[in-house]
C-alpha cells in the first residue's frame, strides 16, 4: 500500500489555515486536519486518485478515499447543505475510482456565492488521527494555487494504514497474542483494549479475519467479532510503539470473566412447549404473579435533514456531553447503592458514547446533510448490524446497549425524554426488548416480573434484572408479544416459563410459595428493630445510607438503628445554584426529625473526583481521582464549608448529630475543621459540639488511624474509595469493576489497622461502604472488629439477621486467617466455605 499521498489543490485560490474558516466545527479541527482555499476556479478536482467514499446528495460534499487509506473530505462552501443541491453538479457517483485532477463537481460559483455564508471550500484528512500530514498545510497559508497542478499538502499514512506489517521496520511494530478474555472481545474486554490504547500516542490497530479496527474505538474492535482462543494481531506504530505494542499484547492476554452471565438453559427448554406455557431463557430467577402488561416500543419521528451542519454538528456534541452527565450520574448513583452490576454497565455505555468511530460516522452523515438525530441514530444502526451480522450470540447482545445510547442520545436532541410508564401494582411487564436504562427507570416497586421477546441471559438488561431482584425471562420469541395484556400470570423464571392462563390451583400454589418468601423477608423485618448482638453478646450498630429524609423514614421502618451515611451532596442534585445555610439545615433537620431521636452522620459535602456537584462547579483537572475532592475542596473554599457548618451546628439536637470529614488524609485536615466548628460554634453561642468523625478512604487515613482516632471521636470506612485508592483500580473503570473488590486482602489489613488505631484511643470504627450492604461480608467486619455497620435501608433487616448468627470470636479468627489470603477470590471462597462455622 502508498504510505504516501500528495494532495493537489482542488480549486484555484488563495489558501487559508482551517482556523479562518467561519465555521468552528472545521475551525476547531472537529472534522480533522487540513486546510482551505477561497476559491476563484469553479470546478471542484479531484486532489489525488482515490474512490469516492461519499457523495452527499445535495452535491455540496465529498470525500474520497486515497490509495493509502486516507478519507479527504472536500466541502465546497459553508453551512451549503442549505442550498439543496442549487448549484452544484456532481461528476461523479459514490464508489466511483478518479484519477487526480479529474472533475468532480461543477459549481455555479455565482449562483452559491450570492446565497451561501462563504465560498471558502474545506479540505480536510476526516481520518487525520491516523496520519501525519505536511506542514505544507500552514506553509501555505496565504499562497495562490492552481487547480490541479500546485501541491497542497503530503499525507502519511502511520501504522498499519500504510501497510506495515509484524514484520515493518523502523517504529511500526507488531506482534501477536491469543485473547484470554472469557467470551472473547466484548464490550467489556473491548473498552478495556480502548483504554488501554489511548495512554499512548502510537497508532494502533489490531487484525483480525483479514480487518484491521483502530484500537481507538470500542466499536471497531467488537465488530472484529474475536471470540475466547482467537489469535489476533497487534500492530503499533509511533514513537511510543514498543511500550503500547507490550501493553496492547498484556491486555489481550489478561483474562477478564464475561461476568454474571446466568448459565442459559439447555435448548430442550426454549423448544415449543406443550403444556401451553410460554418457554424462555431465565435471565433473574424468581417466582412472580402479576397482571401482564405490554410496554409498546415508541417509533419517533426523527427528520431527515438537517438545518446546517454547524448547527447539527453543534446540536450533537452537545446531545452527547448531555448524555455523558446523565450516565455518569446514573454510575454515581449507582455507586451509593452499592449495585456493582448498575454501575459497570452504565460505564460500558460512557465508553460506547466516547467512541471514536460512532461519533465520526455520525458526523459525516450531518456533514453529508443529515440531522444530528437521524445521523446519530444511522451511526448507531449500521454498527448494531455489523455486530449482528457477527454470529456471535455474546455480540449480538451488545446491540441493546447501542440501543440505549440511541435513545438517550434522541431524547436530549428532540426534546421527547419519555418518563417512567404508568404501572398498576404487581405488573408483569412484557416488551419486545429493553435497555439498561428504561429498566432502571421502571417504578421497581410495581414490577413483579419481567419477560422479554428478545435479549439474552448474558445481556445488560439480565444482569440489571439479577442486580435488581426481579424475577426475568428473556429471548421469549415474538409470542411474548401476543400475551393477553390484562390477564394475570405467573412466572417462574428459575423454570424458564410464564403461564398467561393459570388454574385457580397454579395461582394458588404460586401465590403461596411467593407469600412464603415474603413472610421470611417480614420477618427478618419484624426483628429488625431490636439490637443486633452475635450469639456471644457482641453489639454490632445497623444503620443506613440515606440521600434524603424520606429514605431515612424507609430505614426506620426497616429497623435501622440510625443513619450511619448522609451524603450531602446528593442533597441538591436538582440544584444549579448553591443551598443557602438555612436551605442546608432544613434538609438536615428533616433527617433528624425522621429517625425520631436515633443518632444520624452527616458527612460534609463530598464534592469533585467523581461525583459532580452541579451547583459547585470545578475547574476541570487532569487526574480528578487525585485532586481537589472531599474535605480538600471544602478548605479550599471556607465559604463553602462555614455555610455548611453553620447549618449542621444549628440542628437540634445536636447530641443526636455526628458529622463525617470525607477523604481525610491525616490529621491536619481534622484538626482545620474541628477548629472551624469550635469557631462558628462561639459565634452560635453553642455550649455543646457534635460528635465528630473521619472517614477512612485512604490508605494514609488507615495507617495513620491512630494519630486520627486521637482528635476523633469516631472513624467510618469507606470502602469505595479505600479499594479505589489501594488496588490503584478507578472506581469508574469498566473494565476493572470486576477487579473492584473491596474483600481484597490488601483492603481487610488496612481495616484491621484502622481499628487497631482507633481501639488505642477507645474509639469505634463503622463500615459505610458497599461492602458493608454484603452479607458475604459480615463475619470478616465483625471479625475484624468493626462494630457499626451502615448499608442500604432494605438490607438492614438481612444483615441484622446475619450478625445474630455470628459468633464474635469465631469471626475474629478467621478475620485473622483472611488476612493471609492472596486475593478477593480467595477470601470469597474462604468466606463462602466459613458461613456455616462461624455462624448457625
Ligand atoms: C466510600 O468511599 O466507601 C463511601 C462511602 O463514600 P462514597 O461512595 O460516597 O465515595
Ligand atoms: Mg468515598
Known amino acids: 500500500m502508498t504510505a504516501t499521498v500528495t494532495l493537489r489543490a482542488p480549486l484555484s485560490g488563495v489558501v487559508l489555515p482551517l482556523s479562518q474558516v467561519p465555521d468552528p466545527v472545521f475551525a476547531g479541527g472537529m472534522m480533522g486536519q487540513g486546510l482551505a482555499i477561497e476559491p476563484l476556479s469553479s470546478t471542484l478536482l479531484a486532489p489525488c486518485d482515490g474512490e469516492i467514499s461519499q457523495l452527499s446528495s445535495t452535491g455540496h460534499a465529498v470525500a474520497l478515499r486515497a490509495a493509502n487509506g486516507a478519507e479527504v473530505l472536500l466541502h465546497i462552501g459553508i453551512d451549503t447543505v442549505k442550498l439543496g443541491g442549487q448549484g452544484f453538479a456532481p461528476r461523479v457517483r459514490l464508489g466511483d475510482r478518479v484519477r487526480c485532477g479529474q472533475p468532480l463537481v461543477d459549481i455555479d460559483i455565482d449562483s452559491v456565492a450570492q446565497r451561501a455564508l462563504s465560498l471558502i471550500t474545506v479540505v480536510v484528512v476526516t481520518n487525520s488521527d491516523d496520519m501525519q500530514l505536511s506542514s505544507l498545510a500552514s506553509g501555505a497559508a496565504g499562497e495562490m494555487v492552481q487547480a490541479g497542478s500546485s501541491t497542497l499538502l503530503d499525507i ?105 452471565a446466568a448459565a442459559p438453559l439447555p435448548a430442550s427448554t426454549l423448544a415449543a412447549r406443550s403444556d401451553g406455557k410460554l418457554g424462555g431463557v431465565c435471565a433473574a430467577p424468581g417466582l412472580a404473579v402479576g397482571t401482564l402488561v405490554l410496554l409498546a416500543e415508541q417509533d419517533r419521528t426523527v427528520p431527515e435533514h438537517g438545518t446546517g451542519v454547524a448547527t447539527e454538528l453543534t446540536a450533537l456534541h452537545g446531545a452527547l456531553a448531555q448524555v455523558r452527565g446523565d450516565i455518569e450520574a446514573d454510575i454515581a448513583l449507582a455507586g451509593q447503592r452499592g449495585a456493582r452490576a448498575e454501575s459497570e454497565i452504565f460505564g460500558a455505555h460512557l465508553a460506547l458514547l466516547d467512541d471514536p468511530e460512532l461519533s465520526l460516522a455520525a458526523e459525516r452523515l450531518i456533514v453529508d446533510g443529515s440531522s444530528a438525530a437521524h445521523g446519530y441514530r444511522s451511526a448507531i444502526r449500521a454498527q448494531s448490524d455489523v455486530l449482528l451480522g457477527l454470529g456471535n450470540a455474546l455480540l449480538a447482545e451488545r446491540v441493546g446497549d447501542l440501543k440505549d445510547l440511541e435513545r438517550r442520545v434522541l431524547d436530549v436532541l428532540l426534546g421527547s425524554a419519555q418518563g417512567a410508564p404508568q404501572l398498576p401494582a404487581q405488573a408483569m411487564v412484557v416488551a419486545d426488548d429493553l435497555t439498561p436504562s428504561q429498566l432502571t427507570r421502571l417504578p421497581r416497586a410495581q414490577v413483579a416480573g419481567l419477560v422479554l421477546a428478545r435479549g439474552g441471559a448474558s445481556n445488560h438488561v439480565a444482569i440489571l434484572a439479577r442486580a435488581l431482584g426481579i424475577p426475568a425471562l428473556v429471548a421469549c420469541g415474538p409470542a411474548a408479544l401476543q400475551l393477553p395484556a390484562g390477564a394475570e400470570a405467573v412466572l417462574d423464571a428459575g423454570e424458564g416459563w410464564l403461564d398467561a392462563q393459570p388454574d385457580a390451583a397454579s395461582l394458588a400454589l404460586a401465590r403461596q410459595q411467593i407469600a412464603a418468601h415474603e413472610a421470611r423477608r417480614l420477618a427478618l423485618r419484624e426483628q429488625s428493630a431490636g439490637r443486633a448482638l452475635t450469639r456471644d453478646g457482641v453489639h454490632i450498630e445497623v444503620a443506613a445510607n440515606v440521600v434524603n429524609a424520606a429514605e431515612s423514614r424507609d430505614a426506620v421502618l426497616n429497623g435501622a438503628d440510625g443513619v450511619g451515611l448522609l451524603r450531602t451532596e446528593f442533597l441538591f442534585t436538582e440544584r444549579t445554584d448553591a443551598p443557602s445555610s438555612e436551605e442546608q439545615r432544613a434538609a438536615c433537620q428533616a433527617v433528624l426529625d425522621a ?128 479499594t479505589q485508592y489501594t488496588l490503584a483500580m478507578d472506581r469508574c473503570h469498566p473494565a476493572l469493576a470486576a477487579r473492584q473488590d473491596a474483600l481484597h486482602p490488601a483492603v481487610l489489613r488496612l481495616i484491621a489497622l484502622t481499628v487497631h488505631g482507633a481501639r488505642q484511643h477507645g474509639r469505634w470504627v463503622g463500615v459505610c461502604g458497599a461492602l458493608a450492604s454484603d452479607p458475604l461480608a459480615t463475619p470478616a467486619l465483625v471479625g475484624l472488629g468493626v462494630t457499626e455497620l451502615s448499608v442500604s435501608p432494605a438490607l438492614v433487616p438481612e444483615i441484622k439477621h446475619r450478625v445474630r448468627q455470628l459468633d464474635a470470636a469465631a469471626c475474629q479468627e478467621l478475620a485473622l486467617t483472611l488476612q493471609q489470603q492472596r486475593s478477593a477470590a480467595e477470601v470469597r471462597a474462604m468466606l463462602a466455605a466459613a458461613a456455616n462455622v462461624v455462624a448457625q
Request: aromatic share 2%; proline share 5%; charged share 20%.
Open 156 to 260: 502519511r499514512a502511520s501504522g498499519a494504514q500504510a501497510g506495515n506489517s509484524v514484520a515493518a521496520s523502523g517504529n511500526s511494530l507488531g506482534g501477536q497474542a491469543v485473547v484470554a478474555h472469557e467470551s472473547g472481545l466484548h464490550a467489556r474486554p473491548a473498552a478495556l483494549l480502548q483504554h488501554t490504547a489511548r495512554r499512548f500516542a502510537s497508532h494502533i490497530d489490531i487484525g483480525f479475519g483479514g480487518k484491521l479496527a483502530s484500537a481507538r474505538s470500542m466499536v471497531a474492535i467488537m465488530g472484529l467479532g474475536v471470540g475466547e482462543g482467537d489469535t489476533v494481531s497487534v500492530h503499533a506504530s509511533g514513537a511510543d510503539a514498543e511500550a503500547a505494542l507490550a501493553a496492547m499484547l498484556a491486555a489481550v492476554e489478561t483474562r477478564s470473566e464475561a461476568g454474571h
Open 595 to 722: 429517625l425520631e431521636g436515633r443518632p444520624a452522620i452527616i458527612r460534609t459535602l463530598d464534592a469533585g473526583g467523581d461525583k459532580d456537584v452541579p451547583y459547585l462547579p470545578l475547574p476541570a483537572e487532569d487526574n480528578p481521582a487525585l485532586g481537589l475532592r472531599g474535605i480538600r475542596t471544602s478548605l479550599a473554599m471556607p465559604q463553602v464549608l462555614d455555610a455548611q457548618l453553620s447549618a449542621l451546628l444549628q440542628l437540634k439536637p445536636l447530641s443526636q448529630l455526628r458529622i463525617l470529614l470525607p477523604m481525610v488524609t491525616d490529621v491536619a485536615d481534622l484538626l482545620q475543621v474541628r477548629q472551624r466548628i469550635d469557631e462558628l460554634a462561639a459565634q452560635l453561642g453553642l455550649a455543646e459540639r457534635p460528635q465528630l468523625g473521619v472517614m477512612i478512604e485512604v490508605p494514609s487515613a488507615a495507617l495513620l488511624a491512630a494519630q486520627l482516632a486521637e482528635h476523633a471521636d469516631f472513624l467510618s470506612i469507606g470502602t469505595n474509595d479505600l
